[in-house]
């Protein structure tokens, strides 16, 4: 039986102009309301309106099929790809069993699990096997080691946010977080989440300004913003951290700063390669 590799990710709209229809995939073909749009459309004009989450998950899958030697498709959740249609391309090249792995090192039923449900719906004559965390993957957590080597300040971990309650995503989120720092032997160091959705509810906390308002009341004043949850730049990124956080930051006299994300890493490769195998078809 033929066998292949399926990346999945969230998604993210390539062109300013794709934002109003991406944010009604996002939420399920309900209404945005103007405010949510203009938020949204405004963060990414920060960024060059574009997010370049799709390049580097295409990246992330050309070098795995390097490392491998087998197929490596990628589908999103929420924008082109979309699962349906990489499936479509698994059945055309005839590939009969798929190991699939999330973009998300972490479990969650509304990140993780909603991947699965996709994919699963989508599966008619290929067989899926699951790598459902590999939060604490030994090569995951020497890539992020590796981007944090050298940097000076208070580290603070973070992750996105969800509603509440999330234990294990909660759980496996801390887990990584003192796996990178147990490995750099980081004394230093605090978990917060970050971006919070804009729908209101409670979310898994504590946030990062809430830490940075705490440590300026501390008088410190260099802070690394580590991002665990994440394995490439996306808008959660490069507006979230790069643009709001170090402007909150800043204001309060405290300089921010983060690694570079994992993007074309040649260890997270590894580490995606390892999955892969766990999964018994590569």
Known sequence: MNTGVLLLAHGAPERIEDVPQYLSFVRGGQPVSACVLDEVTSR???IGGSGPLTRWTRVQAEALQGVLGIP?????RNWHPFIQETMDQVRAAGIGRLACVCLAPQFSELSVGLYMKRASAASEGVDLKWATSY???P?????????LQGLRGKVLFTAHSLPVPNERYEGEARATASAVAARLGLTDWEFAYQSQGMSGGTWLGPTVESCLDRYAAQGVREVVVAPIGFVCDHVEILYDIDVLFRAYAAERGIALTRPESLNGSATFTAALAEVVKRCGVA
């Open 135 to 137: 939060c604490t993957e």
């Open 44 to 46: 990414y004009a920060r």
């Open 72 to 76: 490596v498709f990628f589908g999103m």
């Open 139 to 147: 090569l995951l957590i020497d890539a992020f080691a590796e981007r």
